[in-house]
């Protein structure tokens, strides 16, 4: 009994101390950010015939085209008047 009850201290322990974590990032600003909309619809990818530098491209619903080559390389943004939310030519 006492064995069980020394398991159950731990674990009360780091799940107060796991989500104790979460709200002193959030505060510090190192948390997550907050999302309000996400678009996880599929991009249009381009596969070289080697099937190494292919290349995924989408329309980011704010006027631009983000083309992704890798999870390490930063997407390229660029504008883009096909792509929806484009604002009008002045």
Do not use: W
């Not at 201290?9 to 999302?35: F, I, S």
């Not at 015939?49 to 704010?62: I, L």
């Amino acid at each position: 009994m006492r064995r069980r009850l020394g398991v159950a201290g731990v674990a009360l322990a780091l799940v107060l101390t796991a989500g104790g974590c979460n709200a002193r990032n959030d505060a510090r600003g190192r948390g997550d950010a907050p999302v309000g909309n996400y678009d996880d619809t599929a991009a249009e990818v381009i596969n070289f015939p080697d099937q190494f530098a292919n290349v995924s491209h989408k329309c980011d619903g704010h006027g631009h085209r983000v083309y992704s080559t890798t999870r390490q390389a930063p997407p390229v943004v660029v504008d883009d008047p096909s792509c929806p939310g484009t604002a009008p030519a002045r």
